[in-house]
C-alpha cells in the first residue's frame, strides 16, 4: 500500500492498482462509464477525469483519465478541482446529446448507472436543441431486450460479450456518431452468458425481457439473497419479487464464487417458480384439500403403524432432506438417485475430503493457469465455470505484461501483449464442447478412453501413479504434453464430473490432481456434481436406491415418501412403476407436477428457494443459505416444515439439530447468521425505502393495513423497515446506497472493488485438504465399438437438462427437440437421401423414436441423447443400444 | 409624519371595507345551485379526485412507469403493468397500467403523483364529494378515474373540401 494524496487528504492505494479504483475502494463517488472492476479499464468514455498534480507544489495540475493512471505513491489529485468537475459535466452533457430521455418507460429507470452518474455530475439541462440520432432495435433471443437509441458508445457490451465471454456475435458496427452495438441480423445471442448484458450495460440499452412481462421497479421489489439451484456451482443471486410473482433474479457478487457474472439459465430459470405446473394446494389422490387436511392426513400416515420410507433428494436443501430422514429414521432414508450417481457422488465427496487437493471455487479456476477437463462440457453442465475457465487462459500472458510492467488493469494493452497466447486448456469430452475454440488440444473419446488418459497424464506426472496398460503411442504422447503443460504451471487445475456416467473419469482426475500435488504442485480439483445439493446429501448420508426396492418389498403395505424428486428423472420407469405399486400409501412434496406426483397419495406443495429458506451444499464444498423472498398466500411450505411438523419453531432449530446428530456438518449452522442476529436491534428490510404502494397492495381485499409477515428463520424482514446499514454479506438483501441505485453499488460493499464483501465472503467451505490416501488402480480398458451397437450417452444441454429450469417460459424456447445423435460415418448408414431421419432406439427392452443429428465430433461407436429431454431420462446410462430407421 | 401615515394606513384598510360593504353579496348554493356541480365553484388548480387522461387518439396516457407511486406519501397506488401489444394496445408507449388503484381511504390529495407524471397521466379532477359511509367503496379503480374516449371525428382527408 502506499499514500496518495486525494484533494489534499493523505489515503491508503494499492499502488497495483488505477486512481479510480483507488477512489471507489476509498468510498469516494467518481463517475465512470466504460471501467468495470471485472473486465479493467479502456479509458474510452473520459468520464473518471480527475486532476493530478506534479508535486505538493504545483497547483495548476493537468486532466488525466483516473482508471487509466496508476495509483502510484505520493500521486496527488483533485476530484473537486472545478475544471475537473466541468470537464465530467461536459462528458455527460454530451452523452446525453442523443439519449432519448426515456426514463419513465425504460426498465433500466431506477437502476440505472446512467442515471446515477448524471445526477452524481450534476448535469440537468440539455442544451442541444438538434434532432437525436435513432437506430434500429434488434430481436435478440427471449433473453435480452435491445433498445439502441440508449446507447452512451461505453463498449461494455462488446468487450464482455467478445473478450470476456469469448463469443463473437455480437459487434460494434458504424463510425463516429453512429455507433451500433448489436448483431449483424436479427436472432438468438449465441452466448450462454448474454444475460449479463443486462447488469454490463450502464444503461437501458440491453435490459432483462423476462422481466418486462412483468415489470416492476427496482425499488418496489422484496428482494432477499439467494442461491442458484439450476447447477452444482451455487451462485449466488439476488430474488426479487412485488405481488406474489417472483420477478427476477439478478447476480449478487461473491468474490470467490460467481464474482459479477452468471450465467443464462441461472439468470432465467427463475420463472418455474410462477409457472402453470406449480403445485400451489395440497392434493389427496388428486382433489384439492385444506393445509390442515392434508397435516391431519400426512400425521395420519406417518402413525398409520406401516413402515416409512423416505426417499431424499439432490435438489432439496440440507434441511428439508434432514427433516425426512428424522422422520422415517436414517435406516430407512435412501438417496433417491440411481445407484450409479449416488456412487459418483460419494465418491467425488470422498476425493475432496480425503485428497490433497484443494477443492477449486470459481475464482480458483479463474486464476489456475493450466486447466485439464476431463469428460466434461463445462459449459453445459455447470455454466458459470466455463466463463471462469476463458479467463483462466489469460493467466500465463500476465507473466510477459508484468515483465513489460504494464499494469493489469489496462485492459487493452494485456490483451494486445497477449495476442493469441493462451494458458494451456486440455479437453478430453465425449464430444464437442462450447470451450474448444481456445483449447490447446482436444480429446474426443469414449468415457473409458477419456479416464485411460486421465491415468496415463498422472503417470507422466508421478511414475508411482499406476500406468495404464496397452497405451496407444498417439495417447502416450497426449498425455506427456498435458503433464508437462499441467507441471510447468503455478496453479494447475482438473475439472471433471458426471456427465460421462463414469467413476473411472472422476478417479482419473483424482490422480492427476494427487499426481501434482504430491509433486510439490499446489493443485486444484474441481469436481462437478450432478445437482445443486447432491454434495450436501451425500455429507448427511443415504442408503442407495437399490436397497429401497428390498424394503418397499419387505414391507408390502409401506408409506413411501418422496422428497422433491421426480423418481422417473432418476431411475428407469419400470422400477419406480414397480415401487410405486408395492408401496401402500405415497406421499410426495414437490414444487412442479412432475409423473411422480401424478401418482401420489397426498401430494404436498413445497416451497421453491424462493418461498423457503435452506443450505444447499456446492460443488466447491461450500454451504450457503438461500432466504425466502415472500411468504405464498396458499398452502405452499418449506418441506422441512411440512416433515418436521411443529417440532422445530425455527430455520435455526433445525440447522442445530442437524449440528448435534450429524457433526460433519455441524459448521453448516454457519453459513449465515442466525435468526437472532439483529443490527442495533432491527431486522435488516427485504425492500427498499422507496417501496412504494405498501397500504393499497390488499385494498382491494380488506382497507386495513395487514401488518408484515413475520419472519421467524432468519433475521430479515419482510418489510421496509429495520437497519438499513450495511449488513453480514450473506444477508446482503439488495445493493443500494444513496447515489447508487444500479447493480454497480455493490462498489459501496466491498472491502476493496472487487474483492470479497465486508463482512466476508458468504457461505462456509466443508472440505478441507488431507494428505492420506492414495492412488486410484481402477483403469478400465480401451472402448471397442461394436458392430450394429452403439453406446448411449447422455449429452448435457444448458436449457433443458435441469429439470426446473426447463419450465422457464424464455428458456422453454431454447430448449432442443429430442434426438438421436451418431458420429457422420456411424450416421450414413440411417440417412435417406440426406433427408431428416428418425430412428429408433431400441434397448434394455424399451424403445424410443428420436429425430436423427448427425455430430462430427462425436467419437464413432458413441451415441448421443440429450440429457433430461426425452422419456429414456431415467435409464441408467451409458448403454449399448440397437438403432433402426422408424419406418 | 407618524401620525399622517397612521391615518392614511387606515383609511386605506376602511375603504376596502365599506367597497365591499356596498358590493352585492356572494352565497354559494351549493348542494342546490344550477348546473353539474350544483353550484360548487373551483379555482383551476383545486386538488379533487384524479383524472387519469387520454390522449388526442384516445389511447390512455399511463404508461406504468410508478413514477406516482414511488412519489405517493401515503403508499396509497397500485399499479400492475403489462405489454402493450399489436392487438391490444391501451397506451401509446410499451406499457399501460393494466391495475390502477387509488385508495381514497389514504389518499391526503398532495398532488405529488400529478407533479411526477412524466406523461401528464394523472391529474387532479374537481371531483369531491368522495366521503362514504363505507371504506370499501373508496378503493377506486382505473376504470372509476380514466377519462372518457373522446368523440370519434371524422378523419379529414386532403384535398376534400376543393
Known amino acids: ?58 497547483t495548476r495540475g493537468r486532466l488525466v483519465m483516473a482508471c487509466m493512471t496508476p495509483a502510484a505513491p505520493d500521486t496527488r489529485i483533485s476530484l473537486q478541482d472545478p475544471e475537473a468537475v466541468a470537464f465530467r459535466a461536459g462528458i455527460i452533457e454530451g452523452m446525453m446529446l442523443n439519449h432519448p430521455h426515456d426514463c ?26 438538434f434532432p437525436k440520432r435513432t437506430f434500429h432495435d434488434q430481436y435478440l433471443g427471449p433473453f435480452v431486450y435491445h433498445q439502441m437509441n440508449r446507447c452512451i458508445q461505453c463498449y461494455r457490451c462488446v468487450r464482455f460479450y467478445r473478450n470476456y465471454a469469448g463469443e463473437d456475435d455480437l459487434n460494434a458496427f458504424g463510425i463516429s456518431n453512429e455507433v451500433f452495438f448489436g448483431r449483424e441480423q436479427d436472432g438468438v445471442l449465441k452466448s450462454e452468458f448474454a444475460g449479463n448484458l443486462v447488469e454490463v450495460c450502464p444503461t437501458g440499452v440491453f435490459t432483462d425481457r423476462t422481466l418486462r412481462r412483468h415489470y416492476t421497479r427496482k425499488w418496489d421489489l422484496r428482494m432477499a439473497p439467494s442461491i442458484c439451484g439450476h447447477c452444482s456451482l451455487g451462485c449466488n443471486t439476488t430474488m426479487g419479487e412485488r405481488y406474489g410473482l417472483l420477478r427476477r433474479v439478478v447476480n449478487r457478487f461473491n468474490s470467490e464464487v460467481n464474482g459479477y457474472f452468471l450465467c443464462d439459465r441461472g439468470r432465467y430459470g427463475y420463472e418455474f417458480v410462477n409457472s402453470e405446473q406449480r403445485i400451489r394446494a395440497a392434493q389427496i389422490n388428486g382433489a384439492p384439500t385444506s393445509v390442515t387436511e392434508a397435516k391431519r392426513r400426512l400425521s395420519s400416515l406417518v402413525a398409520g403403524g406401516q413402515q416409512l420410507i423416505g426417499i431424499g433428494s439432490p435438489r432439496a436443501s440440507i434441511e428439508s432432506n434432514y427433516a425426512l430422514r428424522r422422520l422415517v429414521g436414517k435406516d430407512r432414508f435412501f438417496c433417491g438417485v440411481s445407484d450409479g450417481e449416488w456412487e459418483r457422488t460419494r465418491a467425488m465427496v470422498e476425493i475432496l475430503q480425503a485428497g490433497p487437493a484443494r477443492s477449486a471455487s470459481l475464482r480458483d479456476v479463474e486464476l489456475s493457469d493450466a486447466v485439464l477437463i476431463l469428460g466434461e462440457d463445462v459449459t453445459n453442465s455447470a455454466p458459470r465455470m466455463a466463463l471462469s475457465v476463458r479467463q483462466s487462459l489469460r493467466q500465463q500472458s500476465f507473466e510477459t505484461t508484468q515483465k513489460l510492467r504494464v499494469p493489469l488493469w489496462m485492459d487493452d494493452a494485456v490483451r494486445e501483449i497477449a495476442q493469441a497466447k493462451r494458458s494451456p486448456l486440455f479437453i478430453a469430452a465425449a464430444g464437442a464442447t462450447r470451450l474448444d475454440d481456445v483449447a490447446t488440444a482436444t480429446y474426443k473419446a469414449a468415457p473409458e478412453d477419456i479416464a485411460r ?75 462437478i456434481a450432478p445437482a445443486c445439493n447432491s454434495f450436501g446429501l451425500a455429507l448427511l448420508g443415504a442408503r442407495p436406491m437399490s436397497e429401497a426396492l428390498a424394503a418397499v418389498q419387505d414391507h408390502g403395505d409401506a408409506t413411501l415418501i418422496v422428497l422433491e424428486n421426480d423418481l422417473y428423472r432418476q431411475l428407469p420407469a419400470k422400477l419406480v412403476d414397480g415401487y410405486l405399486a408395492k408401496a401402500a400409501h405415497l406421499i410426495v412434496l414437490d414444487q412442479l407436477g412432475n409423473g411422480t406426483t401424478a401418482k401420489a397419495e397426498l401430494l404436498l406443495p413445497a416451497g421453491t428457494f424462493a418461498e423457503s429458506d435452506g443450505t444447499l451444499v456446492s460443488n466447491e464444498g461450500r454451504a450457503q443459505r438461500f432466504f425466502q423472498v415472500f411468504v405464498p398466500e396458499d398452502g405452499i411450505k418449506e418441506s422441512w416444515r411440512w416433515l418436521g411438523d411443529q417440532s422445530w419453531s425455527s430455520l435455526d432449530d433445525v440447522l442445530s439439530e442437524i449440528g448435534t446428530e450429524i457433526p460433519r456438518l455441524a459448521s453448516v449452522i454457519g453459513a449465515a447468521p442466525l435468526s437472532s442476529f439483529r443490527i442495533a436491534g432491527a431486522k435488516i428490510p427485504r425492500e427498499p425505502h422507496r417501496y412504494s404502494g405498501r397500504t393499497s397492495i390488499t385494498a382491494n381485499i380488506s382497507v386495513v393495513e395487514p401488518k408484515p409477515p413475520d419472519d421467524p428463520d432468519s433475521s430479515l424482514s419482510y418489510s421496509m423497515e429495520g437497519a438499513s446499514i450495511q449488513p453480514p454479506a450473506a444477508l446482503q438483501p439488495f445493493f443500494w446506497a444513496p447515489g447508487w441505485n444500479s447493480i454497480q453499488a455493490v462498489n459501496k460493499f466491498q472491502s476493496e472493488i472487487g474483492e470479497a464483501l465486508r463482512g466476508g465472503v458468504p457461505g462456509v467451505r466443508l472440505f478441507e485438504t488431507s494428505t492420506g490416501g492414495g492412488y486410484f488402480d481402477g483403469i478400465p480398458n480401451p472402448f471397442t465399438r461394436r458392430t450394429q451397437e452403439w453406446l448411449l450417452l447422455p449429452i448435457e444441454h444448458i436449457f433443458g437438462s435441469e429439470e426446473l429450469s426447463a419450465h422457464a417460459s424464455s428458456i422453454a424456447e431454447l430448449v432442443t427437440e429430442p434426438y438421436l445423435a451418431l458420429n457422420p460415418a456411424d450416421a450414413a448408414g440411417f440417412l435417406a437421401e440426406g433427408k431428416p431421419t428418425v430412428v429408433e432406439v431400441a434397448f434394455g427392452g424399451l424403445k424410443q423414436r428420436v429425430p436423427l443429428k448427425v455430430l462430427a465430433e462425436l467419437p464413432s461407436g458413441l451415441a448421443g441423447i440429450p440429457a433430461g429431454l426425452t422419456a429414456l431420462c431415467g435409464e441408467e446410462l451409458p448403454a449399448w443400444c440397437r438403432i433402426e430407421r422408424a419406418s | 409624519m407618524s401620525i399622517v401615515e397612521n391615518i392614511a394606513g387606515l383609511a386605506k384598510g376602511m375603504g376596502v371595507t365599506l367597497r365591499e360593504m356596498v358590493q352585492p353579496t356572494e352565497v354559494e348554493n351549493y348542494p342546490d345551485g344550477p348546473g353539474p356541480e350544483r353550484g360548487a365553484h373551483f379555482q383551476d388548480r383545486f386538488r379533487g379526485a ?101 368523440e370519434k371525428k371524422l378523419p379529414e382527408t386532403a384535398g376534400a373540401t376543393v
Open chain 2, 50 to 150: 384524479h383524472v387519469l387522461q387520454r390522449d388526442e387518439n384516445g389511447l390512455e396516457k399511463c404508461v406504468a412507469c410508478f413514477l406516482c407511486a414511488a412519489a405517493c406519501p401515503a403508499n396509497c397506488i397500485y399499479i400492475e403493468a403489462a405489454e402493450n401489444t399489436a392487438e391490444v394496445r391501451i397506451s401509446s408507449s410499451e406499457r399501460y397500467a393494466k391495475v390502477y388503484n387509488i385508495d381514497y381511504n389514504r389518499c391526503i390529495f398532495c398532488g405529488y403523483c400529478v407533479e411526477a407524471c412524466p406523461t401528464d397521466a394523472i391529474t387532479h379532477g374537481h371531483g369531491f364529494e368522495l366521503a362514504s359511509l363505507d371504506a370499501t367503496t373508496m378503493i377506486y379503480r382505473k376504470e372509476d378515474m380514466l377519462a372518457p374516449l373522446p
Open chain 1, 453 to 527: 488418459l486421465g491415468f496415463a497424464v498422472a503417470h507422466e506426472i508421478d511414475a508411482k501413479a499406476p500406468e495404464v496398460p496397452d497405451l496407444s503411442g498417439e495417447m502416450r504422447e497426449l498425455a506427456a504434453t498435458i503433464a508437462t503443460a499441467l507441471t510447468g504451471a503455478k496453479h494447475p487445475l482438473v475439472i471433471a464430473g458426471p456427465s460421462c456416467r463414469s467413476i473411472s473419469v472422476i478417479e482419473s482426475a483424482a490422480n492427476v490432481a494427487r499426481a501434482l500435488c504430491d509433486n510439490g504442485h499446489s493443485a486444484a480439483l474441481s469436481l
Open chain 1, 104 to 129: 419513465p418507460v425504460c426498465d433500466e429507470g431506477g437502476e440505472c448507472h446512467l442515471q446515477d452518474m448524471t445526477v452524481m455530475t450534476g448535469h440537468d439541462y440539455r442544451r442541444s436543441r
Open chain 1, 1 to 58: 500500500m502506499g499514500t496518495i494524496y486525494i484533494d489534499g487528504k493523505a489515503s491508503e492505494a494499492d499502488p497495483k492498482q488505477n486512481l479510480l479504483h483507488a477512489c471507489l475502494s476509498l468510498g469516494l463517488n467518481l463517475p465512470y462509464f466504460c471501467w468495470h472492476p471485472a473486465m479493467g479499464s479502456v479509458g474510452a468514455c473520459r468520464q473518471c477525469a480527475v486532476k493530478q498534480f506534479k508535486d505538493a507544489q504545483d
